[in-house]
């Protein structure tokens, strides 16, 4: 079929009834534009072929489905946000663990002006009092055996508050044992020091370069754990006469004995320690026993 198009007074074709289409959808020609295909009857376009209203009507079909998604897929976010805050809601009130439980207040403390309310978190399924069955804390009742709930609950609670005394009593020992084993490991440091300072003046004295007037200021400064030898006999070790040397060496004797009663008092306190440690639970009984090998026939401490 062959089309004439007149638009502003001017004619136009022949077209085809496609290439009409397409000029119409470019905006070459307007519905609004007259066209004749009998050679005869002017017509308008939109009367002829309603291509753009056909082709606006997609669209608008088109936009329709668009927003369509978008309202579907905003209710699903609002959605999610009202059963998200639902879920935080139930959380703030209900416990915050995988399990469930239930906040229930126990006794207040004072705190200067201020009252703090204990939390007891209780799971949401609690033994029985009575039968020990399983039941939730949400039924008046059990229902296994009838026994009332609030028994049920009273004992629990009751069951919380003597695992968290527990808790808070073995805290206290803890800290004990560090301040215990921090002391310690300064007393075994300090007489390590002084042992050290001790065979270094001794060694001096026996070999001449140290005098007495210079031992006696280097043991008053150094002797804190145990008793060193003191200069009394007028003369230095390395003496002529055999008295003051056999003097000197009864007192470094005397000392080596004050050390040796020092080091197993260490050694005894490092034992009591270490047990202390494996009551706390700061160490396993492997690790207990195998350090207790270790320090059965020495002292036990690292310089």
């Given at each position: 079929m062959q089309i004439y198009v007149s638009k502003d007074g001017q004619q136009y074709g022949p077209?085809?009834?496609?290439?009409?289409?397409?000029?119409?959808?470019?905006?070459?020609?307007?519905?609004?534009?007259?066209?004749?295909?009998?050679?005869?009857?002017?017509i308008l376009i939109s009367?002829?072929?309603?291509?753009?209203?056909?082709?606006?009507?997609?669209?608008?079909?088109?936009?329709?489905e668009d927003v369509s998604i978008v309202q579907v897929l905003v209710q699903w976010l609002v959605f999610g946000v009202m059963c998200y805050g639902v879920y935080l809601g139930y959380d703030h009130f209900f416990g915050d663990n995988d399990s469930?439980?239930?906040?229930?207040?126990?006794?207040?403390?004072?705190?200067?002006?201020?009252?703090?309310?204990k939390k007891l978190k209780i799971p949401l399924a609690i033994p029985c009092v009575a039968c020990?069955?399983?039941?939730?804390?949400?039924?008046?009742?059990?229902?296994?055996c009838g026994h009332p709930i609030e028994d049920s609950l009273n004992a629990y609670?009751?069951?919380?508050?003597?695992?968290?005394?527990?808790?808070a009593k073995k805290e206290e020992e803890t800290q004990k044992v560090y301040k215990e084993m921090e002391?310690?490991?300064?007393?075994?440091?300090?007489?390590?020091?002084?042992?050290?300072?001790?065979?270094?003046?001794?060694?001096?004295?026996?070999?001449?370069?140290?005098?007495?007037?210079?031992?006696?200021?280097?043991?008053?400064?150094?002797?804190?754990?145990?008793?060193?030898?003191?200069?009394?006999?007028?003369k230095s070790y390395p003496d002529s006469y055999g008295r003051v040397k056999n003097e000197w060496e009864k007192k470094f004797s005397k000392t080596q004995e004050f050390i040796n009663e020092k080091e197993g008092k260490?050694?005894?306190?490092?034992?009591?320690?270490?047990?202390?440690?494996?009551?706390?639970?700061?160490?396993?009984?492997?690790?207990?026993?195998m350090r207790l090998n270790e320090t059965a026939m020495k002292l036990g401490y690292q310089k």
């Open positions: 077209y085809s009834s496609e290439t009409l289409k397409q000029c119409v959808k470019a905006g070459s020609f307007s519905e609004n534009d007259y066209a004749c295909y009998d050679g005869q009857n002017w009367e002829l072929y309603p291509i753009s209203s056909r082709e606006s009507g997609g669209e608008e079909q088109k936009k329709t469930g439980e239930v906040s229930f207040s126990s006794d207040s403390e004072t705190l200067g002006n201020d009252v703090v309310e020990k069955a399983k039941i939730s804390t949400k039924v008046e009742s059990c229902l296994q609670k009751n069951y919380l508050s003597s695992e968290k005394e527990k808790a002391s310690l490991r300064e007393a075994l440091k300090s007489f390590a020091d002084e042992k050290d300072a001790y065979e270094h003046a001794k060694s001096r004295l026996q070999d001449g370069t140290m005098g007495v007037g210079t031992y006696e200021g280097y043991r008053k400064r150094n002797e804190k754990h145990f008793r060193w030898p003191e200069y009394t006999s007028g260490l050694n005894t306190e490092f034992v009591r320690i270490l047990k202390r440690q494996h009551e706390v639970g700061l160490i396993t009984s492997e690790e207990y026993l």
